[in-house]
């Protein structure tokens, strides 16, 4: 199971330099389990960064998170937590626009161990 909240990250600055960027996060109880998390991406924007990190060390080969829009992939969206290691991140390149209501599903591979995952999008408007 996966728990989906929102954290919204404003930068402080002249309105020329303002970014606005919101985060999306889920937690996946089950990380061993190979499934996929759906989250709604509550405004437009462009995903910037993909960021995962788990409780336990990838074991057996690395795991995999795969980032889609609308079931499309987004190019550069898959996040590789490397055999022995514990997180990983990625920086889409393209196909990375999300108009308000589009379906972000990540779609991930076993562990290898019993853990769990925290899952991090973010969107900049």
Request: aromatic share 4%.
């Amino acid at each position: 199971s996966t728990v989906p909240f929102i954290v919204y990250l404003i930068a402080e600055g002249d309105e020329a330099g303002h970014l606005d960027q919101i985060v999306l996060n889920a937690e996946v109880a089950d990380a061993n389990t190979g499934a996929n998390v759906e989250l709604v991406a509550p405004t437009a924007g462009l995903i910037k960064r993909v960021l995962v990190g788990t409780t336990a060390n990838a074991t057996g080969g690395a795991a995999t998170y795969t980032t889609a829009i609308n079931n499309v992939n987004v190019t550069d969206g898959v996040v590789t937590i490397a055999q022995n290691t514990k997180s990983g991140m990625t920086t889409p390149t393209a196909l990375n626009a999300v108009a308000a209501g589009d379906v972000i599903k990540v779609t991930y591979t076993a562990l290898g161990t019993a853990g769990k995952a925290a899952i991090s999008i973010l969107i900049e408007r």
